[in-house]
């Protein structure tokens, strides 16, 4: 039987099953279906097939067909977000965002619905914004029809059950706790407080257990189903689907699954209250961070140039503004010793009504002193695009780049694609769906002096982030407090009189543009190439099997201990990094103008990558070695690299308590390793000849390895490698990687407390084993497919103890680790470990009950994530470099990894439960406990037969 016979009958016994169930004008609209665009503008990299249709409940759809992917997608997006939240409920929005996935008519069952996808080889996800709802999933294709139908359901009758109301009301407190006293969403709250009070983005929107709450002539569960049935309509929906399917198949399964979703006729309320007045122009806003953070912000707000996105007059400025070249703002700043970096943004939809520019400043300590210096510079700079910047030179810069970023497009798949191509279809043509990023027709000079008129001193609105800020007021719903105040018109004055004395330069032509876009033979695309295997020296090519693209990766590994010896020389390593960020500031900016990327980082000593088109890339990996042989820094560059260092480690108190967790745990599980103190004791110490040593020791005593993928040919990697080879000395020694902690069976759990300048606490509970290899990884992965969702049911949805409970399986060398991760506003690390241990005693009922067929179908859809076709270049390579890193001798073997995940059984799932993480017996459990202020007189988590570590110094340094 054909396919196509096959879904025809099927979509008929379906529409017969559920035809009591869908109302008689979804069944009415069956065959009503209108083609509204099959024209859109794609990539020629892109080859699927587009369309955009409007099923008779008026519900718009576009429908990608992709015969490369395994998975299919769903995204839905509705242009009602916390905007509209009506007074007595603020956050309603958010709150039936989270309500909505608790049970459905026809699939009642509690969060069944993250369930199956989470068992089906996909995911799901949603969040709520100012003006927009965007909800989405990805599963395995062959569970896409029964998914789009739980999208369906979700949105014609949702349960909106009230005896879960109190449940998700502390889910949506704990995710507000969980940011409560982050200093980026203070940052960003104070930027929307500090609007006309009269427009409703001004308000609280996240929600709490204040805001959400039954109120005299409010009822909070009245107020949620009137705002569902009041907005959630299909003509204001926008639905985005991706599949293997063909587009038949897909206009079929939109009007089957999605023309059930009622067409109420809702229209999107229209704000009379302007945004802005002159009341909120010219302002300065500033808080104490939490953390050491020295940030400096300037936004601009102009009228919306979102329907001008075609001239792309923002982003022309704001390429401008954020140019890190040499003699421009931020290089000139830089030298002077000022920030640490500037960074320039544009929001075209930043609202209805307006976009907006924005420039921050991360200054340094003298940066903090000179804030009217930065700001005079910033409107220095301005008065110099407007003079000279407004030129052909800059469009054609602007205008190449984005002809040549569209002709060479990043494929994007999978949730993520449509989850942007559904918030987009609120906003942009159909046809210009994929282009509106890159599309400009022309230069209109007119237009960008226009919007540079808006970039002045007294339209400006100032924000900073204050370390020793003192007094001030409450801010609304977070923890801290915040000052106000008008930027007097001497002050203005005063930034644009010392602007006429500060020389500055623009841009000029770029040397690093690209010009041969040529694809090499692919003759070494089957199987990693490795072209040299010798001690202290290897190098390892392949080339894609998938994509006909200019581009390529390299990766560099001047592989030594050098920095891992002593706290000093870890130390060393992290000034030498923040340094070179520094000087090769003007560099990355030129070089990410033509679409190369390069990064330095640390781990078994230098690696420097570099990624993009392959012309001209292996010139930038040479100029970036030969950068760092011939370094020459100053004192002020030393110095300031010591104050960013400092910074980064004293701030780790004031990180999200369960990412301060999983610093811990790097920590503890990766030797040798020195305490925060330790490494802040080496600091002061350190000179430039210390810096310039160990630059030549990283030179002259560290051994090589090379891994070049994509469009490069073998005489290109042969030719590179020798030119590596003349510039630093390679020593001939076995490769280094550092120890990490394996399971001791014979030893209690490792139990290790952290302090934390946070409210939360912070629980991690790892399970190290003893098992290795790819059949243990294997069984361990598809152990959190089953677990996963039951985990995050319990502690999120049933006990309301944590807004993000997680499971991971994950490698620790070749052993399997499996870990049980949270933060909780709610119960202390003691009481998180007793509901652990609750949960794990409960699952384990939960999976004995777990039959061959559940298994299989999960199995079959994780098999299929790995099988499915690449989307672009980083996908196809990620697993080989993976194991590159991680210094395997045989790098491409991903397949083995796939035979091994077939040859699991339940039954081994089941005994990998019981005996790592029920009875121990092949595991040593490590937890990591972070203590937050608020369980500070709680008894802190003690465990049976434990070793306690106190200092991460005192561990032995192997």
């Known amino acids: 039987m054909s396919y196509s016979h096959r879904l025809t009958v099927f979509v008929f016994c379906f529409t017969l099953s559920f035809s009591s169930l869908v109302s008689a004008d979804s069944k009415q609209a069956a065959s009503s279906l209108e083609i509204l665009e099959t024209a859109i503008i794609q990539s020629p990299n892109d080859s699927r097939e587009y369309q955009v249709i409007r099923l008779a409940n008026q519900l718009e759809v576009l429908l990608v067909s992709d015969p490369d992917l395994e998975n299919s997608a769903a995204s839905l997006s509705l242009p009602i977000g916390s905007m509209n939240n009506p007074d007595q409920q603020l956050g309603l929005a958010h709150y039936l965002e989270h309500m909505l996935f608790l049970g459905s008519e026809r699939y009642p069952t509690i969060n069944e619905y993250s369930k199956f996808m989470t068992q089906h080889g996909g995911y799901t996800n949603a969040y709520t914004a100012q003006e927009s709802t965007v909800y989405g999933f990805e599963v395995n294709d062959s569970h896409f029809a029964e998914a789009l139908d739980r999208l369906g359901d979700v949105m014609r009758a949702p349960l909106l059950d009230k005896r879960y109301a109190d449940k998700e009301r502390n889910t949506v407190y704990a995710e507000h706790k969980t940011y409560f006293d982050n200093d980026m969403r203070k940052f960003y709250a104070l930027q929307h407080y500090t609007l006309n009070p009269d427009h409703p983005t001004a308000r609280f929107s996240t929600g709490n257990l204040t805001t959400l709450k039954d109120k005299p002539g409010s009822k909070l569960q009245d107020e949620l189903v009137n705002f569902f049935e009041t907005y959630y309509s299909a003509n204001l929906m926008k639905v985005a689907l991706t599949s293997p399917r063909s587009i038949v198949d897909l206009q079929q399964m939109a009007e089957l699954y999605l023309s059930q979703i009622p067409n109420k006729k809702a229209t999107k309320p229209v704000i009379v209250s302007p945004m802005l007045t002159a009341k909120e122009l010219a302002i300065s806003v500033a808080i104490k961070p939490t953390a050491n953070i020295k940030l400096l912000q300037v936004n601009f707000l102009i009228p919306s140039v979102q329907d001008e996105y075609m001239y792309q007059p923002g982003g022309y400025i704001s390429r401008l503004l954020g140019s890190d070249h040499e003699g421009g703002l931020s290089n000139q700043l830089q030298k002077a010793g000022l920030v640490e970096s500037v960074m320039a943004g544009f929001y075209g939809s930043f609202s209805e009504n307006y976009s907006q520019f924005s420039m921050q400043f991360v200054m340094t300590n003298a940066g903090l002193k000179e804030q009217d210096k930065i700001l005079a510079s910033l409107f220095a700079y301005i008065e110099l695009i407007k003079k000279q910047g407004i030129s052909q030179l800059q469009y054609r810069e602007q205008k190449s780049g984005l002809d040549r970023d569209f002709k060479f497009l990043t494929k994007n798949s999978g949730f993520s694609y449509v989850m942007g191509l559904s918030a987009n279809m609120q906003n942009y043509p159909y046809k210009d769906l994929l282009f509106h990023p890159y599309r400009l027709d022309g ?131 992290s000034l030498l990094l923040e340094m070179f960020s520094k000087q090769f500031a003007a560099l990355h900016f030129v070089a990410g103008e033509a679409g190369l990327n390069f990064a330095l980082s640390h781990s078994n000593g230098l690696l420097i990558s570099t990624s993009g088109y392959s012309d001209k890339q292996d010139k930038l990996l040479l100029t970036v070695l030969n950068e760092i042989k011939n370094a020459q820094f100053s004192e002020q560059t030393l110095n300031l690299a010591k104050q960013e260092v400092q910074r980064q480690l004293n701030n780790k108190v004031a990180m999200k308590p369960l990412d301060f967790a999983f610093e811990g745990f790097r920590q503890l599980v990766r030797q040798p390793a020195w305490s925060d103190a330790a490494l802040l004791a080496e600091i002061d110490g350190i000179n430039l000849l210390d810096i310039n040593q160990f630059i030549e020791k990283i030179l002259s005593q560290s051994s090589l390895r090379l891994l070049a993928l994509g469009n490069l040919s073998r005489e290109q990697v042969v030719d590179l490698d020798s030119a590596l080879a003349s510039i630093v000395t390679i020593e001939q020694q076995p490769f280094y990687t550092i120890k990490r902690l394996q399971a001791d069976l014979n030893e209690g759990a490792l139990n290790y407390q952290i302090s934390s300048k946070m409210d939360d606490d912070a629980l991690a509970t790892i399970y190290l084993s003893d098992l290795k290899g790819d059949a243990a990884l294997a069984t361990a992965e598809l152990l959190n497919q089953l677990l996963k969702p039951a985990f995050y049911n319990q502690i999120r949805t049933e006990e309301q103890l944590s807004y993000s409970p997680f499971s991971a399986s994950f490698p620790v060398d070749d052993y399997a680790a499996f870990g049980l991760f949270t933060q909780s506003p709610t119960l202390s690390n003691a009481k998180l470990y007793q509901r652990f241990a609750v949960f794990l005693e409960n699952f384990n009922k939960q999976l004995d009950k777990t039959s061959k067929k559940e298994f299989a179908v999960i199995k079959k859809a994780q098999i299929a994530n790995y099988l499915a076709q690449p989307t672009s270049l980083s996908d196809e390579f990620s697993y080989l470099s993976h194991q590159w890193l991680s210094l395997k001798p045989e790098i491409d073997t991903e397949q083995a990894y796939i035979d091994s995940l077939s040859a699991v059984s339940l039954t081994d799932v089941k005994a990998f439960f019981q005996t790592v993480l029920v009875k121990g017996e092949n595991s040593q459990p490590v937890v990591i406990q972070v203590q937050g202020t608020k369980f500070l007189k709680e008894a802190i988590l003690q465990l049976h037969n434990e070793v306690k570590i106190t200092n991460i110094d005192s561990l032995p340094k192997h």
Do not use: C
């Open 443 to 573: 230069f209109n000079a007119k237009f960008i002096s226009q919007l540079l008129t808006y970039l002045t001193p007294e339209n400006s609105r100032i924000f900073k982030m204050i370390p020793d800020l003192e007094g001030g007021t409450q801010i609304p719903y977070y923890q801290g407090k915040y000052t106000r105040d008008i930027i007097s018109q001497k002050n203005q004055q005063t930034w644009l009189r010392q602007a006429q004395n500060i020389k500055l330069t623009l841009p000029a032509g770029n040397p690093w543009l690209p010009e041969n876009f040529n694809l090499v033979d692919r003759q070494y695309s089957a199987k990693a190439q490795q072209l040299v295997n010798k001690e202290g020296h290897s190098v390892w090519f392949k080339q894609s099997a998938y994509f006909k693209e200019p581009k390529a990766s390299m990766k560099l590994h001047l592989n030594s201990d050098i920095s891992d010896q002593n706290p000093e020389s870890r130390i060393t390593m």
